[in-house]
């Protein structure tokens, strides 16, 4: 069974902290995501990854930067957390348009950011 | 900008009426993509549509996706208490190495 999980439910932070958010899929997938949801704005892109030490920047990479050192993990940075940053954090991952047919992603149960 | 348009953005109906929503691309999508959200959980993918004009169904749930590959919309028959959540749909384009653009969604609530 395909599997994405992220390292934590909930968390609190103060603001300007630095943040580690971690996401580790077990499907061999190329790709990876990391989204923010917030209510009536759906999910929005932060970076994506499509190949290890690869990111493209997303909708809203402000405040953000990520990691990929290994093709199973990929790291949500956020260098001095803010309030405005308090969000739900979804990581995805799927295979890449040249290797599959279908690119459906795969989600993790999410990380609930709470920056005071 | 939104790439992806979709409506409406919340919808209440009573248990056994129908439910549909809307999306709707600025440019050509390769594919489509819905995924549904359970209330405190994470999207998980239904279906994908790739052809012009293509229809799937999936139990009471009719997937459709339009000739010009520009919009879809999904269809849900005498909605159950079941089906509340939140639907959203994803485009693909051509060359964005599986990056989805995501509608924002439409909540459905289904009342007794």
């Known amino acids: 069974d395909v599997k994405v999980t992220q390292s934590s439910r909930y968390l609190v932070k103060r603001t300007g902290e630095k943040v580690f958010l971690e996401c580790v899929q077990d499907?061999?997938?190329?790709?990876m995501f990391w989204y923010r949801q917030d209510p009536g704005l759906g999910l929005r892109l932060i970076y994506f990854s499509y190949d290890v030490k690869m990111k493209e920047k997303g909708d809203i990479p402000e405040g953000y930067s990520v990691s990929r050192e290994k093709k199973e993990r990929f790291s949500l940075i956020l260098e001095s957390a803010s309030t405005n940053q308090t969000s739900m954090y979804l990581c995805a991952s799927s295979l890449n348009f040249l290797t599959g047919r279908t690119y459906e992603q795969y989600f993790g149960p999410g990380t609930r950011l709470t920056v005071t | 900008g939104q790439q992806v348009m979709q409506i409406p953005q919340y919808q209440h109906v009573q248990e056994g009426e129908d439910f549909t929503t809307y999306c709707n691309s600025s440019t050509t999508l390769s594919n489509i993509q819905w995924y549904k959200q359970r209330p405190g959980g994470h999207p998980v993918f239904l279906i994908q549509?790739?052809?012009?004009?293509e229809v799937k169904k999936q139990k009471r749930l009719t997937f459709q996706f339009g000739e010009a590959k520009k919009n879809s919309s999904l269809h849900i028959t005498a909605t159950q208490t079941t089906d509340v959540g939140t639907y959203f749909c994803?485009?693909?384009?051509?060359?964005?190495?599986?990056?989805?653009?995501f509608g924002r969604g439409t909540q459905l609530t289904v009342w007794p």
């Open positions: 549509l790739v052809k012009s004009g």
């Open positions: 994803a485009g693909l384009r051509g060359s964005t190495l599986g990056r989805l653009y």
């Open positions: 499907m061999d997938h190329e790709n």
